[in-house]
């Protein structure tokens, strides 16, 4: 917090009103730092703009008409934290979401797995779990799977008891199988998995070998060494000052040579470490480890 967050005096010696806006934006910013000194979800650094309209959505949907009343009820009230931490994390994801990211995985990352004992790879802020089932069935396609544990990892634990279940809304099946030929798939999406009624469940085989966790990608710290991390469509809600600090984060948890995959909108230039890495597929932002 700096001293430009508070209303200033002009030359008169009388204090400058400011308008709804700052205030709001200064309601914010003592929501986040009371947020991050009571329950330690730092969401100080993450870009500002969404933060706001959700906070907006969510003191409607609670009923409470300003954002520092909301501030009150979340810092005397956990069940009310967890309501906001699951309204402030953008859950939306599918299977072989963006087919030509697998696709090239398939074509380009693959091989150079095969070329290893045994592989770990980390998906981080991995939602509701598509992304991780996609991964499992590639794998398996790869012949890869028998040999690679996924680290699934999400702050949001509600969002990962979900996707630890593996079962999903049957509706949705028909996009994903539609993505899935996209990827490059081998065989058919029901294959992997049982439908019963409106709901379908993943194969207990593509689960085997996942681990699911709560990790925190802004106050938790490297746990492992990879050789591949997928963290998509994450780093775009952070600022470039908390995407730089999350960026050494993922090298020093990536092994010489492994590899980094970001999401469509999200590139590694810019980033500190960015000299560290080479291109695998610039498109698909694909990344290797080089140092
Ligand atoms: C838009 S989803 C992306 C899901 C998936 N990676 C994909 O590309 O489809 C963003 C996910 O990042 C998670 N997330 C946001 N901030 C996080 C943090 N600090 N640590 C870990 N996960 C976080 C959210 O809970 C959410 O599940």
Redesign the pocket.
């Given at each position: 917090m700096t001293a430009r967050d508070f209303p200033m005096r002009d030359g008169c010696g009388s204090i400058e009103k400011p308008d709804s806006a700052e205030v709001e934006d200064l309601e914010i910013r003592l929501l986040l730092e009371g947020v991050f000194q009571r329950y330690g979800y730092d969401f100080r650094d993450y870009a500002l703009s969404s933060l706001k309209r959700r906070t907006r959505n969510f003191s409607a949907q609670e009923g409470v008409s300003t954002i520092s009343a909301l501030q009150e009820k979340i810092l005397r009230d956990p069940e009310l934290m967890e309501r906001y931490l699951h309204a402030l994390?953008?859950?939306?994801?599918?299977m072989f979401?963006d087919p030509g990211f697998y696709r090239a995985f398939r074509e380009k990352v693959a091989p150079f797995l095969r070329t290893y004992p045994s592989t770990r790879i980390w998906?981080?802020?991995?939602?509701s779990g598509?992304?991780v089932y996609s991964m499992a069935i590639l794998l398996m396609e790869e012949g890869l799977h028998e040999k690679t544990r996924i680290y699934a990892?999400?702050?949001?634990e509600k969002?990962l008891q979900q996707a630890k279940t593996g079962v999903y809304p049957l509706q949705a099946m028909a996009d994903h199988e539609k993505n899935y030929i996209e990827s490059g798939g081998k065989r058919s999406l029901p294959d992997y998995y049982v439908a019963r009624y409106d709901h379908v469940m993943f194969a207990e085989r593509l689960r085997e070998n996942i681990v699911w966790a709560q990790?925190?990608?802004?106050t938790d710290g490297s746990f492992n060494e990879f050789h591949a991390i997928v963290?998509?469509?994450?780093m775009i809600?952070f600022n470039s000052a908390l995407q730089a600090r999350v960026h050494k984060l993922f090298h020093e948890s990536l092994a010489r040579f492994g590899i980094l995959a970001l999401?469509e909108k999200e590139t590694i230039h810019g980033s500190p470490v960015a000299a560290c890495y080479g291109t695998v597929d610039e498109y698909e932002k694909i990344y290797k480890r080089k140092q």
């Open positions: 994390s953008v859950n939306v994801t599918s979401r998906h981080a802020g991995c939602s598509e992304e990892t999400d702050f949001d969002t990790h925190n990608l802004v963290c998509r469509n994450v809600y999401g």
